[in-house]
């Protein structure tokens, strides 16, 4: 048995297309003897993991088979000690709405070593594939991004809607597609010019990607009716009205 520790690497492998894995996730990747890896990691980048390397799905899919992060963190922690070189592989950025920073936390309180591999995040990147620049001089100087997990309506939700609602720059909202319509009803009901443009991209940079546009009054009605699902991120601000790919 090797007593030596092993480590885990947090690799942000992009939003889906492999040609967005940085150069560092890749190496990682294919140094990798265990890759707990999740629906939203660029799955085709798989076949870069070395003969024998152990791969585990550990997705959380929306409304489906879901592991809890406390099992994740448990199999980073397990699979170290006992000396693997563990990636995480995950889609995006592992800093960026995601449960990166837990998985952080639980090994460095389990003495694990522990590093992270930055990622091309989907809040940047979907937008940008579908046409949107985040900013542009004379539009917007700015882009929040916030969690739609949860809408304004909802207890939970810690994002203040309504200065969300006068900010004048992007707002770009991720894990927002149940409550599309509450998103956006209550970003108007705040103060958001209704004619706002919006879009929502949904699975970004993979080859069934898909871009609905409208108003922030629209988009909940045009989503609904196309049948968009998860993965998939709105963006809302005069920058939608730019359409670079028009
Ligand atoms: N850390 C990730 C985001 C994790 S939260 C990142 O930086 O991208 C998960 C949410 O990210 C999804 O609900 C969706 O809103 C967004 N997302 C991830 N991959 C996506 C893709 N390929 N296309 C569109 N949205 C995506």
Known sequence: MNTEIGEVVLVGGGPGDPDLLTVGGLRALREADVVLYDHLAPLACLTETKAGAELVDVGKIPGGRQTAQDEINRLLVEHARAGAKVVRFK?????VL??????????????????????????????????????HRGLSQDFTVVSGHVGPDHPAS???????AHTHGTIVVLMGVAHLAE?????????????????????????????????VASLPALAADAGVEPPALTVIGAVVGLDLLG
Do not use: H, M, Y
């Not at 889609?91 to 800093?95: H, Q, R, T, V």
């Not at 694990?112 to 900013?135: F, H, K, Y």
């Open 91 to 95: 889609g995006g950025d592992p800093f």
């Open 158 to 164: 810690t994002v203040n809607w309504d200065a969300l």
């Open 98 to 135: 995601g449960r990166g920073s837990e998985e952080w936390l639980a090994c460095s309180e389990a003495g694990v070593p522990v590093r992270v591999v930055p990622g091309v995040s989907s809040a940047i990147a979907g937008p940008e594939l579908a046409g949107v620049p985040l900013t």
């Open 183 to 215: 998103i956006c009803a209550g970003l108007v009901a705040r103060g958001l010019a209704s004619g706002t443009p919006a879009a929502i991209v949904a699975k970004a940079a993979l080859p069934d990607q898909r871009v609905l546009r409208g108003t």
